[in-house]
C-alpha cells in the first residue's frame, strides 16, 4: 500500500481476520450505526470499528472521542449549622402532634441513621445562582480557558432562586441565564439552560453533555449543581436536618485517549414512586398554610433506593464491559450515610462480594449534610484538590458517580480518570 493517511471503514469479520472496505454504501451503514452507538454512551462491538485517519502503512488507528473532566469547581458556604444549633427546636409528626422524646434524643438518632454532624447554609445575601457562579469561576479559573468558548452551560437544581427568609421560588430567568450573565458571556453559540431531575440532576447534566460531546455538537461544556435547600425547609420536621446549601461544577471536554465518561444509566420511576418526595405544608399551623416545604416519605424512600440503585449501577458497570472489583472509587449522592452504605453492601452482592472497604465511597455529609445536586460534583472537587484525607484518585483509575432523587430517578456514570 502506498504511505500517507485516508479515511478508511474497518469491518472485524472474524477473530483476527481484517477486511479494509471502502464500498461508499457500506461506510455510510457503519458510520451511521457507530454514531448511534457513541450517542448512546456505549463502545463499538468487537466487529465494528472507526478507524478515522489511519495510516496506509502502519495501519495505526484514532481513539475515540470522549467527554473528558479537565476542571472542577466548588463553592461551601460560609455559614456552619451544627446539630446542637436545633437543640431549640421542636419537631412534629405530619398529623401536627408534637413528638414525645426530647430535643436531644431526635438529635442523637439523626446523627445515628444519617452520620450527619453539620451542614453548610448560604449567607443571607446568597442565592442559589450565586453559589453556582462561585463554582463556575473556580472550574473555569483551574481549567485556564475563556469562557466564551463553552458550548453549552447547563445547571441542575431544582428550586432555583429563594431569598433569604422567603421560600418562594424564582425561576425566570433560569438559573443558568443568570450564570452565563454573571460570568459576563457573550457568546449566543453559548447554550446556557436549567435540568431540574431531582438530586440526579448534576450527574444528569454530565450525561447529557457527554450526547452533546460524543455526537460531535460540541467540544466544551460547563455542569453545574446548585441548591439552597435551607430555604425551602420546615423547621418542624426533623427531616430538616438533613438539608443543606452548595454548589459544584466540572468543565467537560472531548478528548481522545482512554480517559473520560465510559458509559452511563439513567432510569425514571415515576410511577408509583412519584409521590416519595414532595413538597407540602409544614408540620405546625404557626407558619403560612400557603407556604410548601420539602417532604419525604423517608422509610420508602430507602427501602427504593435500595431496590433499584444497586441494578442501575450494575447495568452502567456492564455496558463500560467493567467489572466491579475494578472500580477505584464510588461517588455516591451523599444522601444519608447508612442508606448509602446500604446501597454499596447490595451492590456488592450482586458480584458475589462483601463490602468491607468503605474507603471506596469518600463521604463529605457528615459536614456538609445533604446539598441535593451539588454533593457529588463538590465531593469531586474536593478530592481532586486533596482537601480529603487518605482519598485520592488517580490516572487510570476506574470510578462509578451515583445519584437518586425525586422522581423517582437514578443515574450512574462509569468514568475513568
Known amino acids: 500500500m502506498q504511505g500517507g493517511?485516508?479515511?478508511?471503514?474497518?469491518?472485524?469479520?472474524?477473530?483476527?481476520?481484517?477486511?479494509?472496505?471502502?464500498d461508499q454504501s457500506f461506510r455510510a451503514r457503519v458510520e451511521m450505526q457507530l454514531m448511534l452507538i457513541s450517542i448512546a454512551g456505549n463502545e463499538p462491538p468487537p466487529y465494528l470499528v472507526r478507524s478515522t485517519t489511519v495510516d496506509c502503512c502502519t495501519h495505526s488507528m484514532a481513539a475515540p472521542i470522549r467527554s473528558v473532566i479537565t476542571a472542577t469547581g466548588s463553592y461551601i458556604p460560609e455559614v456552619k449549622v451544627s446539630n446542637t444549633d436545633f437543640l431549640k427546636h421542636f419537631f412534629y409528626e405530619?398529623?401536627?402532634?408534637?413528638?414525645?422524646?426530647?430535643?436531644?434524643?431526635?438529635?442523637?438518632?439523626?446523627?445515628?441513621?444519617?452520620?450527619?454532624?453539620?451542614?453548610?447554609?448560604?449567607?443571607?445575601?446568597?442565592?442559589?445562582?450565586?453559589?453556582?457562579?462561585?463554582?463556575?469561576?473556580?472550574?473555569?479559573?483551574r481549567a485556564g480557558i475563556d469562557p466564551e468558548s463553552l458550548d453549552y452551560l447547563i445547571v441542575a437544581h431544582n428550586f432555583g432562586d429563594v431569598a433569604y427568609d422567603s421560600n418562594r421560588v424564582d425561576l425566570v430567568p433560569t438559573l443558568a441565564a443568570r450564570i452565563k450573565n454573571n460570568l459576563q458571556i457573550k457568546n449566543p453559540d453559548c447554550i446556557a439552560y436549567d435540568l431540574p431531575f431531582g438530586c440526579p440532576g448534576w450527574l444528569e447534566g454530565v450525561i447529557q453533555a457527554n450526547y452533546f460531546i460524543r455526537s460531535g455538537d460540541a467540544k466544551r461544556c460547563l455542569v453545574i449543581g446548585t441548591e439552597t435547600l435551607s430555604r425551602v425547609i420546615?423547621?418542624?420536621?426533623?427531616?430538616?436536618?438533613?438539608?443543606?446549601?452548595?454548589?459544584?461544577?466540572?468543565?467537560?471536554?472531548?478528548?481522545?485517549?482512554?480517559?473520560?465518561?465510559?458509559?452511563?444509566?439513567?432510569?425514571?420511576?415515576?410511577?408509583?414512586?412519584?409521590?416519595?418526595?414532595?413538597?407540602?405544608?409544614?408540620?405546625?399551623?404557626?407558619?403560612?398554610?400557603?407556604?410548601?416545604?420539602?417532604?419525604?416519605?423517608?422509610?420508602?424512600?430507602?427501602?427504593?433506593?435500595?431496590?433499584?440503585?444497586?441494578?442501575?449501577?450494575?447495568?452502567?458497570?456492564d455496558k463500560a464491559n467493567t467489572h466491579l472489583s475494578e472500580i477505584k472509587k464510588v461517588l455516591i449522592h451523599q444522601a444519608n450515610e447508612k442508606m448509602d452504605e446500604a446501597i454499596l453492601s447490595r451492590l456488592f452482592k450482586l458480584y458475589g462480594l462483601e463490602f468491607s472497604n468503605k474507603m471506596i465511597m469518600?463521604?463529605?455529609?457528615?459536614?456538609?449534610?445533604?446539598?441535593?445536586?451539588?454533593?457529588?460534583?463538590?465531593?469531586?472537587?474536593?478530592?481532586?484538590?486533596?482537601?480529603?484525607?487518605?482519598?485520592?484518585?488517580?490516572p487510570g483509575d476506574k470510578v462509578v458517580f451515583a445519584s437518586v432523587g425525586a422522581g423517582m430517578n437514578i443515574n450512574a456514570v462509569v468514568y475513568q480518570f
Not at 5 to 22: A, G, M, R
Not at 235 to 258: H, K, N, W
Not at 371 to 392: F, G, N
Open 5 to 22: 493517511h485516508t479515511n478508511i471503514w474497518s469491518q472485524v469479520k472474524k477473530d483476527s481476520e481484517l477486511t479494509i472496505c471502502s
Open 94 to 141: 405530619k398529623d401536627g402532634v408534637q413528638i414525645p422524646k426530647t430535643t436531644a434524643s431526635i438529635i442523637d438518632k439523626f446523627k445515628e441513621v444519617t452520620g450527619i454532624e453539620d451542614r453548610c447554609y448560604a449567607r443571607p445575601d446568597q442565592k442559589a445562582s450565586d453559589l453556582g457562579t462561585l463554582a463556575a469561576k473556580n472550574s473555569l479559573h
Open 234 to 317: 420546615d423547621p418542624f420536621d426533623r427531616d430538616s436536618m438533613i438539608y443543606a446549601d452548595g454548589a459544584g461544577a466540572v468543565i467537560l471536554e472531548g478528548r481522545t485517549g482512554t480517559e473520560g465518561v465510559l458509559s452511563h444509566k439513567t432510569q425514571s420511576y415515576a410511577y408509583p414512586y412519584a409521590q416519595l418526595l414532595t413538597m407540602d405544608h409544614t408540620y405546625h399551623d404557626v407558619l403560612p398554610k400557603d407556604d410548601l416545604f420539602i417532604k419525604m416519605n423517608g422509610r420508602k424512600l430507602y427501602e427504593f433506593a435500595l431496590s433499584y440503585v444497586p441494578q442501575a449501577v450494575k447495568q452502567a458497570l
Open 362 to 394: 469518600p463521604m463529605t455529609i457528615s459536614w456538609l449534610g445533604n446539598s441535593s445536586v451539588a454533593t457529588i460534583p463538590t465531593l469531586l472537587d474536593l478530592m481532586l484538590t486533596h482537601k480529603i484525607e487518605q482519598q485520592t484518585i488517580a
